[in-house]
């Protein structure tokens, strides 16, 4: 920090001001230090981390544009701040047509809760609970009890690592213990990322924590779409490729380790096949299966007589033949190489196998259990650091409350369900901890959409459906902080508080910190938060509030502060965090005991992050499968039928086949993607173009945290939201920078301006992930670059959201040139 900021602080601080610690709580996998300056109880300026001297083993929590323009979002003009109904709403004439196009009328609370009340009520009595569509877990603890709801699952930010990663022996990156360690990381010699961006998805840490990789001598090799900010600053060497065809790439790798494997040149690690792995060769597939159905010969195309050479990939994938074999000499046995893939990757339809086959390369090679070499998942706010957590949060303490309808929706099948009347049961929520029951096509009648959490309509699969769905229900309503595109499109609007008008609460960014907001400033306006409403909601229900919330949000947060842990300097036990006196009670007025530890509740609470420093050679560092990979009989992988890695997977199969949306092979074969490279070309094998020629994928961005931030001038500002273009492509289409294009799928329609660029793979456009939708009611066409607009109601696989895999067309646009976003009229409603 420098003088002058020093100085600043010190005379603010004179002046009857106070630093607070303000939560930075939006999903971006960065989760940094943010501190806002209060005086008078408004806030006048925001600070990062400055609790300690930097340093690359101790590196502060620093946040970064989006987190330091939040004071522009808690006090924007467009914040919902009363309850609202849509002007030519009633309860006897819903006026249904004009939900996302009507006006907006102020009420009070006990009007909008009476209404919200009655509504579900109806709903209820008339065709039973599984009649509400319902998202937000503080309102679904009160639905719960107020005898159910329809819920909805989806694979979301993890696509195909979501399920499968669990069913064969592998981890999904999620849990932070997938690769080693950000420490071991520096003794890579090359390290190979696919669809990795720190920089901007998960801004903060990472991609600074993967520069001292380089800075320690490793080369970095980036394969993907698209070049870009995090492998700039890397100076990594680009392979670019189509999206969705990174099994392709990998089968053409795994074929030259194959065939140029011998005992004087070395490219397989047999040991740790024969050792740790099932169903790589005829010799060692699962008792019972045929022999002839392992990797290693599908890759030969012994059966098939398709050889997965590198030119056989080439066609699928875009990435050159010599390419494939260089990556393979890159990551041989000898060397310490990390190959490190985010979840953009499996964010794709076909791609069931992906993880499968990203653990099969490192099997074949390796890559895992040793210090310097590792492959995995490496994303969010897991993105370079893994390991079990050295600090860690207590629990909030609330009983949990039982599903009570079992009724459960596809994010891929949810808009449509609502029209059609019926979905896919696959169990409720299937994922890594509850097991998917066999596929059965079900009726549903849904008559009431309750939007409390995840901003379904804008980040959810087949946009424009979700908005013939929401003009079908009977009654819609959303908790917002402002007319975001679930807001807009329902009938009540109940104004919800930020986390900086909230008791408090943990945030955690990586394994070594933890970071402890507290209340900034009072609830604006009349502002509540999700509880708030949640109790209040059910006195109008006749419901006992205590039975959905039996103590406030202040109790919740001292019992995750009375029960958050710090590991101990040994690296296997923990302590308690915090130090709590008697006095400490009484002054905050709630149920709790004394205890001791590492750091009094005042001073945590003064600081807002606790972080362990670290240096190599302590006993903080990790090595993920180390156990496992040097005995895998005394460590089995649990989750693995076998307790080995299962290249050759019968449960996988067999899981994801049974869902019914497509069948997945049990080894990790070429799938052909639906709206994939293929559909592109109305003629593959001659390679005619089709009517959606080009590939979009949706890359996060610095302007937003998925869909939150889109409204804040500031970031608009810096950040304008083009389309990006190959300028090949664009030259072709007569398409300039700056000029307003139109992109046309088979599910939707939106216009952004183009910005030109060498740094993307000819045929592949990128559309930034978030940008709230605008419609334009005359033609259809979205005016505000939403990337959902251009997907449709595609499940395949596992469930899996498809985002990455959608086929457009694009010209330039002849009407009026689109107004920039940072010139467009706010959503001042109240």
């Known amino acids: ?82 309850p609202m109904k849509r002007k030519n709403w009633s309860p006897d ?16 609370w006990e009007e909008a809760l009476g209404y919200v009340a009655d509504e579900l009520t109806k709903a209820k009595e008339k065709y039973g609970n599984s009649s509400i569509l319902a998202e937000g877990s503080e309102i679904g603890r009160l639905l719960n009890v107020f005898g159910g709801y329809t819920s909805r699952w989806g694979t979301g930010s993890l696509g195909t690592w979501s399920l499968t990663p669990h069913l064969i022996g592998y981890d999904d990156g999620d849990s932070g213990m997938a690769v080693n360690d950000r420490l071991d990381m520096r003794n890579c010699e090359t390290v190979i990322l696919s669809g990795v961006n720190p920089a901007w998805s998960s801004a903060g840490n990472p991609a600074y924590n993967y520069l001292q990789v380089k800075n320690a001598g490793a080369k970095f090799i980036a394969i993907d779409p698209y070049y870009n900010d995090s492998y700039a600053l890397l100076d990594a060497d680009w392979i670019p490729c189509y999206p969705s065809q990174d099994i392709a790439i990998w089968l053409g790798v795994a074929h030259t380790l194959i065939t140029e494997d011998s005992p004087d040149n070395p490219m397989i690690d047999w040991d740790f096949l024969n050792r740790c792995a099932i169903g790589f060769d005829s010799d060692h597939m699962p008792e019972g299966e045929d022999p002839k159905g392992n990797f290693k010969d599908y890759v030969l195309g012994t059966y098939d007589g398709t050889p997965k050479t590198p030119e056989w990939a080439s066609e699928r994938c875009g990435v050159s033949p010599d390419d494939m074999r260089r990556i393979a000499h890159e990551i041989v046995p000898s060397k310490k190489v990390a190959i490190l893939t985010a979840w953009a990757a499996g964010r794709t339809h076909g791609a069931d196998n992906l993880p499968q086959m990203i653990m099969t390369i490192g099997a074949m090679t390796g890559h895992m259990g040793k210090s310097g070499h590792m492959c995995g998942l490496c994303c969010h706010n897991k993105a370079s650091n893994h390991g079990p957590a050295l600090v860690k949060a207590g629990k909030d303490g609330l ?10 929706i596809n994010d891929t099948q949810l808009w449509t369900a609502v029209l059609e009347g019926s979905y896919t049961f696959t169990g409720t929520a299937p994922n890594k901890n509850k097991a998917s029951e066999a596929g059965e096509v079900r009726p549903i009648d849904i008559h009431v959409i309750y939007h409390a959490g995840r901003a379904l309509l804008q980040t959810r699969d087949a946009m424009a459906k979700g908005i013939e ?36 609460g943990f945030l955690t960014g990586n394994r070594e910190m933890i970071i402890v907001h507290s209340q900034v400033i009072e609830p604006q306006f009349e502002c509540h938060s999700d509880q708030w409403i949640a109790c209040e909601l059910a006195k109008k229900l006749g419901l006992d509030p205590a039975a959905v919330y039996p103590f406030d949000e202040k109790q919740q947060f001292f019992n995750q502060l009375a029960g958050a842990e710090v590991m101990d300097v040994d690296g296997k036990t923990y302590k308690p965090l915090v130090t709590i006196t008697d006095d400490d009670i009484a002054t905050w007025g709630v149920e709790g005991v004394p205890q001791t530890g590492e750091i009094g509740l005042a001073e945590l609470l003064d600081l807002g992050c606790y972080q362990v420093e670290r240096k190599p050679g302590d006993n903080f560092g990790y090595i993920a499968y180390e156990d496992f990979v040097n005995d895998p009989e005394a460590n089995p992988r649990e989750e693995s039928p076998s307790g080995k890695f299962e290249i050759f997977s019968r449960t996988l199969s067999d899981t994801i086949t049974n869902m019914g949306y497509s069948a997945v092979p049990p080894i990790p074969a070429y799938t052909e993607p639906v709206e994939g490279l293929e559909d592109t070309y109305s003629d593959f094998t001659a390679k005619t173009k089709g009517d959606y020629p080009y590939q979009v994928f949706n890359p996060h961005y610095l302007r937003r945290s ?12 810096a950040w304008p939201n083009p389309v990006y273009l190959n300028a090949g492509d664009a030259a072709e289409k007569g398409i300039a920078e700056g000029d307003t294009v139109l992109l046309t799928s088979q599910h939707g329609q939106t216009l952004r301006k183009a910005a030109l660029t060498q740094r993307l793979m000819p045929g592949v456009i990128a559309l930034p992930h978030g940008s709230w939708v ?57």
């Not at 595109?485 to 109940?494: N, P, Q, W």
């Not at 998925?706 to 500002?717: A, K, M, Q």
């Not at 395949?796 to 010139?823: F, H, P, Q, R, Y």
């Open 399 to 408: 009983p949990a409350i039982d599903t009570v309808v079992p009724d459960c």
């Open 469 to 504: 769905a929401h003009r079908k229900v009977d009654f819609a309503v959303a908790h917002a902080q402002f007319l975001t595109t679930s807001a807009k499109y329902c009938d009540i609007i109940l104004p919800l508080d930020t986390y900086w008008e909230r008791p408090g």
């Open 774 to 830: 605008d419609i334009d009611e005359e033609t259809g066409i979205d005016m505000g670059g939403a990337d959902n607009m251009l997907c449709g109601p595609v499940g395949c696989g596992a469930g899996i959201s498809g985002w990455n895999s959608v086929i457009a067309n694009m010209e330039k646009w002849t009407g009026d040139e689109l107004v920039d976003d940072v010139d467009k009229d706010l959503r001042v409603i109240c």
């Open 93 to 108: 004439n819903p006026n249904k047509e004009l939900r996302g196009k009507d006006e907006w009328e102020r009420i009070s």
């Open 706 to 717: 998925h869909t939150v931030l889109d409204n804040n001038l500031w970031l608009r500002e």
């Open 1 to 82: 920090m420098n003088a002058h900021a020093v100085a600043s602080d010190a005379a603010a601080l004179e002046e009857g001001a106070q630093w607070v610690t303000a939560a930075c709580w939006h999903n971006c996998g960065g989760r940094c230090l943010n501190k806002a300056l209060v005086k008078d109880g408004v806030v006048i300026r925001q600070k990062t981390d400055d609790n300690h001297e930097d340093s690359a083993d101790y590196p502060q929590q620093r946040a970064c544009v989006r987190g330091r323009a939040q004071r522009r979002q808690i006090y924007g003009e467009d914040r919902i701040k009363y």
